[in-house]
């Protein structure tokens, strides 16, 4: 079955420093997204891309935030300068059409320290 | 706003009991909804999901739930589970306007404990 991956598992970073989130979504699929989970909490919508432009974003996607699809398969999340208060589980998904469900990939913990 | 609300923080239960997780969401009009199920240590995975037609939705793993529209609930059951079950179970709701697809929102979770 198609996966969508993600990569790394798990980062540590300083505050301040900017990260890169990496994910490969499925290769038929046309919308993709970010969501996070901080510890304890919700599992929270980020931002959604299609047809190489942000589509939708929420509030936590500030000016902080950036996403890129640079080469046709990867699909990037940027944090330019992370806080503390970024720490969280970073999942990236994608979707064939927006009517469908999306396919979540495993996931990448972010720890700022 | 739209909000999706999970009652139960976390469940224990044993094997072989029965299951049903609660969830509720906000709007009134045309939704799609889905439950996810995220083992330990891995990502979320589609357990079902509604858009339309037979409220009551079978889905992997012996899961079923079913869409009430009149209490605005589509809660989560199963009549018999395992350890394996042991999981966050999550409900997610995304809003249709008029055509166009909101994103997914989704309730806090639901901490599924079994015990063997």
């Known amino acids: 079955e198609p996966e969508v991956t993600q990569t790394p598992s798990h980062q540590v970073t300083q505050m301040g420093q900017e990260v890169i989130l990496r994910c490969v979504p499925i290769?038929?699929?046309?919308?993709f997204y970010w969501y996070r989970q901080i510890l304890g909490q919700k599992v929270e919508f980020l931002v959604s891309?299609?047809?190489?432009?942000?589509?939708?974003k929420s509030e936590i996607f500030d000016d902080q935030f950036s996403v890129e699809r640079p080469d046709g398969s990867n699909f990037t999340l940027k944090i330019r300068s992370t806080k503390l208060e970024d720490s969280a589980m970073y999942f990236c998904?994608?979707?064939?059409?927006?009517?469908?469900?999306?396919?979540f990939g495993s996931g990448t913990r972010l720890t700022v320290v | 706003a739209q909000s999706v609300s999970q009652h139960n923080h976390h469940v224990i239960l044993s094997e072989a009991a029965s299951l049903e997780l609660g969830c509720n969401y906000s709007?009134?009009?045309?939704?799609?909804l889905f439950w996810y199920v995220q083992y330990p240590g891995q990502h979320l995975q589609l357990l079902l999901k509604?858009?339309?037609?037979?409220?009551l939705v079978k889905g992997i793993k012996g899961f079923e739930a079913e869409f009430i529209k009149s209490k605005f609930s589509f809660n989560l059951r199963k009549p018999s589970v395992q350890w394996s079950d042991t999981a966050e179970y999550f409900c997610?709701?995304?809003?249709?306007?008029?055509?166009?697809?909101?994103?997914?929102?989704f309730g806090k979770g639901t901490k599924l404990s079994v015990k063997p």
């Open positions: 998904a994608s979707s064939e059409d927006r009517a469908y469900g999306y396919t």
């Open positions: 290769s038929n699929h046309l919308y």
């Open positions: 891309f299609y047809n190489n432009e942000i589509s939708e």
């Open positions: 709007y009134g009009g045309t939704v799609n």
């Open positions: 509604y858009f339309s037609g037979d409220p």
């Open positions: 997610a709701v995304r809003v249709n306007y008029g055509g166009s697809q909101g994103n997914l929102i």
